[in-house]
């Protein structure tokens, strides 16, 4: 009733309020929910090893003095095939366009540590960054923590970017060669293509502009005829027969290094982002954390736990049925969930041996919801065949 109220409720704008609605869009598994959850402060967004773990467009927000960031995880970018094999619905395919719609901004995920993906974009994001090009995007390297060769950091930039950021060329120093063992902490983001006059945040990222440029290995070159800035010109509509030859997006205004898991410099991005707002109306009474309801946010993260546990293609068979959801006397949430499944093998994995997944599943899944809900949670599951 209370996430009702603040929903329904006009937002609590200051007097000058600033907006931005940023996409994260991506591949599945790049670990869009992860960073989202990391951004604001709780874990809000559920998260698995398994592919297509978000089935819909949940917006978290987050609000810092005047300024409102509404978050927009997307489900990964997939095509109708892959959709077919894990039973997704067919918003799968709809939503992160959606998301694309609404954005001032777009944060691109990549996976470094896959490097059977990391040196390219999927043709999913290249279709959907080459269908908007006039909203701003910037490219996020993410689990850069994983990655114990450092210099191939710059192979991946080079191939992502086309060699051009915010419509300046980028010269890798050959120097960065002889640190190729190296396993120090990776440089936070990358300015150095930034035209002087373009609007890079000042202090306090100037140390890291230092860092970054010490680490990287990649330094100013001139500006590229017709790349743009986002700003000036604006980047040319891409058709389909120059994406067949592009490997990743001349556009991006900023690269931004982290290891979102554990939290490393999010921060920095989180200030960039603040920074890059713009005048306009809050959407969310300043209270909100997610437009989700917390039946919705409860769903997600026992399918979370399901999908951990569960071998392949099982746990995307299962039907969640919340049975019970009250307050108990101590202000403590009672919650009862069917887990309806197509087979009866399918149920014995999921109970497990002695009961013991299940357990666990309800154990992991009921902590989070305390994290979140900042209450008891007293968990209940039970698992039956579909009738």
């Given amino acids: 009733e209370e996430q009702k109220r603040l929903l329904e409720n006009r937002p609590d704008q200051p007097q000058n309020p600033k907006v931005l609605r940023i996409a994260i869009i991506g591949a599945p598994n790049a670990g869009k929910s992860t960073l989202s959850n990391q951004l604001l402060g709780r874990k809000v967004f559920p998260v698995s090893k398994k592919v297509h773990t978000t089935r819909c467009k949940a917006r978290g927000v987050i609000t810092h003095e005047d300024t409102q960031l509404i978050i927009l995880d997307t489900p990964g970018l997939t095509n109708p095939l892959k959709a077919r094999r894990h039973n997704l619905d067919e918003t799968m395919l709809t939503d992160p366009w959606d998301s694309m719609k609404h954005a001032d901004l777009v944060l691109v995920l990549v996976d470094v540590s896959d490097h059977w993906t990391r040196n390219s974009l999927s043709k999913e994001v290249l279709k959907c960054l080459s269908q908007f090009p006039h909203i701003p995007s910037v490219l996020v390297l993410n689990k850069v923590d994983i990655l114990k060769k450092k210099f191939l950091l710059l192979e991946i930039i080079t191939d992502l970017t086309e060699g051009i950021v915010n419509g300046k060329k980028l010269k890798v120093k050959s120097a960065v060669k002889q640190d190729s063992s190296s396993s120090a902490k990776s440089p936070l983001r990358i300015t150095q293509a930034s035209p002087p006059e373009s609007k890079v945040p000042g202090p306090p990222f100037g140390q890291e502009k230092n860092q970054a440029q010490e680490g990287s290995g990649l330094d100013k070159s ?56 713009k005048p306009g109306p809050w959407e969310f009474h300043s209270d909100v954390l997610t437009n989700q309801s917390p039946q919705e946010i409860c769903d997600n993260i026992v399918r979370e736990k399901v999908l951990e546990y569960l071998p392949l293609e099982v746990p995307y068979g299962v039907t969640q049925v919340t049975e019970i959801w009250e307050e108990g006397e101590c202000g403590e949430l009672l919650i009862m969930q069917s887990l309806l499944v197509p087979r009866e093998s399918h149920k014995r994995m999921l109970i497990g041996r002695g009961g013991k997944v299940i357990s666990r599943i309800a154990r992991e899944a009921g902590q989070d919801l305390m994290n979140v809900f900042l209450c008891d949670v007293r968990l209940k599951l039970k698992v039956e065949v579909k009738g």
Avoid: C, N
């Fill in 222 to 277: 001139s500006d590229v005829g017709g790349a743009g800035t986002g700003e000036a010109q604006g980047p040319k509509h891409h058709g389909p027969e120059d994406l067949k030859d592009m490997k990743g997006w001349p556009h991006f205004q900023e690269i931004f290094m982290l290891a979102a898991l554990h939290g490393e410099e999010v921060d920095t991005l989180k200030r960039y982002l603040l920074m890059q707002a």
